[in-house]
T-cell receptor, first 113, second 113 residues
Framework: SQQGEEDPQALSIQEGENATMNCSYK?????LQWYRQNSGRGLVHLIL?????REKHSGRLRVTLDTSKKSSSLLITASRAADTASYFC?????????????FGQGTRLTINP | NAGVTQTPKFQVLKTGQSMTLQCAQD?????MYWYRQDPGMGLRLIYY???????DKGEVPNGYNVSRLNKREFSLRLESAAPSQTSVYFC????????????FGEGSWLTVV
């Protein structure tokens, strides 16, 4: 069963604007990760946030985690055309033996020049 | 530094044929994974190998077999391909199964006719 659910499924914004994507999950987690996938390519890791962390930054990326609401958000500031991609959240569950990341279906982000 | 390399990139099979997808990583990672990605389904784990000498089923193992040939290599075999196995397959690796970034290959596009 899918653990992470991204919202929205698709997002189209103008270059320079901020993009926010959300991820909700159902069960307790060890960590939550965000990945980017360019069309026709493999997934690239962006950020890992642990269950005891609330916010992490990496360049223009900001990830928040609210374990009480079982949700996370990924904010991309000052978007660029190169940010056009699909973004996936993935959760590592507490009692799965930590063997598996469960991926959501992704948010397809389009940055218009 | 190639990261995760998988072959072939593209393959067309007839129903009932067999084939093996090859994967190698040069990051000295302990854990390796095979995922499939279908439209609207996100990534689903087929099999994983937590460490050299071990393999375990993931979410969708039916119709597949794997071999962890050594620490570097993890192959996925389709013994009798079915149209339902038409998908994009990703090999991935991480230092260990828990709490680590996963590094993905570029994908193998498989069509079964």
């Amino acid at each position: 069963s899918q653990q992470g659910e991204e919202d929205p499924q698709a997002l189209s914004i103008q270059e320079g604007e901020n993009a926010t994507m959300n991820c909700s999950y159902k069960t307790s987690i060890n960590n939550l990760q965000w990945y980017r996938q360019n069309s026709g390519r493999g997934l690239v890791h962006l950020i890992l946030i642990r269950s005891n962390e609330r916010e992490k930054h990496s360049g223009r990326l900001r990830v928040t985690l609210d374990t009480s609401k079982k949700s996370s958000s990924l904010l991309i500031t000052a978007s660029r055309a190169a940010d056009t991609a699909s973004y996936f959240c993935a959760t590592e569950g507490l009692r799965q033996g930590a063997q598996k990341l469960v991926f959501g279906q992704g948010t397809r982000l389009t940055i218009n020049p | 530094n190639a990261g995760v390399t998988q072959t072939p990139k593209f393959q067309v099979l007839k129903t009932g044929q067999s084939m093996t997808l090859q994967c190698a990583q040069d990051m000295n990672h302990n854990s390796m994974y095979w995922y499939r990605q279908d439209p609207g389904m996100g990534l689903r784990l087929i099999y994983y190998s937590a460490s050299e000498g071990t393999t375990d089923k993931g979410e969708v193992p039916n119709g597949y077999n794997v071999s962890r040939l050594n620490k570097r290599e993890f192959s996925l075999r389709l013994e009798s391909a079915a149209p339902s196995q038409t998908s994009v397959y990703f090999c991935a690796s991480s230092f260990r199964v828990s709490g680590n970034t996963i590094y993905f290959g570029e994908g193998s596009w498989l069509t079964v006719v």
